[in-house]
């Protein structure tokens, strides 16, 4: 069963610092891993997408990585904003019978003081 | 990217009611979609997984009798919540997933439900 873990659950940082987010996953068996970000009340906004293939996605000021074999992924944000404030989640797309399914972390919960 | 929408954003329902949630594949046609609930400051949480034209297969712990899925056609899921309480109130959110080549899944907004 599919594993993924979130390090750390909480990060406050001053404005303009960079700053690392973990994700681990225990079956290396995976499509794909996306990176979400969750505003307080709302719904999801995919940030990053990274096929198991790949070894990183660039956006803007976000970079992810993906070391399929060690389990491993990190999503990097240089020059963070009062903006990128939020709850960061890290979810990984598995081979099912059906299809595919999401397993997600628990979240790191981001604050980034102005 | 493709678009799934869901209907209504937020609806407030008293004890003892049914509600029902659309999930809607705007661009693409899923045969799976997921719904997943989310309860204050946690994760998403697996409900189900929503078949086109089958039964839906849940998770182990969630109620089929309370949580009735129906995937009527390549674009549409409903959850339906049964004879609702205050702890059923929560964030529900469903997705669908591309198939081949990305297997990308893509997220509706979200329900707020709130049981009084």
């Known amino acids: 069963k599919q594993e993924v873990t979130q390090i750390p659950a909480a990060l406050s940082v001053p404005e303009g610092e960079n700053l690392v987010l973990n994700c681990s996953f225990t079956?290396?068996?995976?499509?794909?891993l996306q990176w979400f970000r969750q505003d307080p009340g709302k719904g999801l906004t995919s940030l990053l997408l990274?096929?198991?293939?790949?070894r990183e996605q660039t956006s803007g000021r976000l970079n992810a990585s993906l070391d399929k074999s060690s389990g491993r992924s990190t999503l990097y944000i240089a020059a963070s904003q009062p903006g990128d404030s939020a709850t960061y989640l890290c979810?990984?797309?598995?081979?099912?019978?059906?299809?595919?399914?999401?397993?997600f972390g628990e979240g790191t919960q981001l604050t980034v003081n102005p | 990217g493709a678009v799934v929408s869901q209907h209504p954003s937020r609806v407030i329902c008293k004890s003892g009611t049914s509600v029902k949630i659309e999930c809607r594949s705007l661009?693409?046609?899923?045969?799976?979609m997921f719904w997943y609930r989310q309860f204050p400051k946690q994760s998403l949480m697996l409900m189900a997984t929503?078949?086109?034209?089958?039964?839906?297969?849940?998770e182990q712990g969630v109620e089929k009798d309370k949580f009735l899925i129906n995937h009527a056609s390549l674009t549409l899921s409903t959850l339906t919540v049964t004879s609702a309480h205050p702890e059923d109130s929560s964030f529900y959110i469903c997705?669908?997933?591309?198939?081949?080549?990305?297997?990308?899944?893509?997220f509706g907004p979200g329900t707020r439900l709130t049981v009084t």
């Open positions: 929503s078949n086109e034209g089958s039964k839906a297969t849940y």
């Open positions: 079956d290396s068996a995976i499509y794909n």
């Open positions: 661009d693409f046609q899923a045969t799976t």
């Open positions: 990274i096929q198991s293939s790949q």
């Open positions: 979810a990984v797309s598995t081979p099912v019978t059906s299809g595919s399914r999401l397993t």
């Open positions: 997705s669908a997933p591309e198939v081949w080549p990305t297997y990308e899944q893509y």
